[in-house]
Nanobody, 115 residues
Framework: QVQVVESGGGWVQPGGSLRLSCAVSGSEYSIYVMGWYRQAAGKQRELVADIQSGGTTNYADAVKGRFTISRDNAKNAVYLQMNSLQPEDTAVYFC?????????WGQGTQVTVSS
């Protein structure tokens, strides 16, 4: 059974940085796509960034130049470095992985940006 667990959320002032981590267990083979989504209060869940097993990345326009996604295939982990955070980045951030055409979600971690 694939399990996805996020960590690293919290509160930060505007302009600050946070690093999210996501650990995946139970996958015997390489995970094709690992990514981060977020859901703000009253809004739909949206893609923040994802990364394929070969390293190809994809970012939402709203975070380009501020967020960096990376992965460690040996550890089955994915990370999201978030810089220059703004109040509009406040949301629950979810890790998502695609493994043998099945998507798995973590429980989410809250990121709050406010002064």
């Amino acid at each position: 059974q694939v399990q996805v667990v996020e960590s690293g959320g919290g509160w930060v002032q505007p302009g600050g940085s946070l690093r999210l981590s996501c650990a995946v267990s139970g996958s015997e083979y390489s995970i094709y796509v690992m990514g981060w989504y977020r859901q703000a209060a009253g809004k739909q869940r949206e893609l923040v960034a994802d990364i394929q097993s070969g390293g190809t990345t994809n970012y939402a326009d709203a975070v380009k130049g501020r967020f960096t996604i990376s992965r460690d295939n040996a550890k089955n982990a994915v990370y999201l470095q978030m810089n220059s955070l703004q109040p509009e980045d406040t949301a629950v951030y979810f890790c998502h992985v695609l493994y043998f055409h099945v998507g798995y979600w973590g429980q989410g971690t809250q990121v709050t940006v406010s002064s």
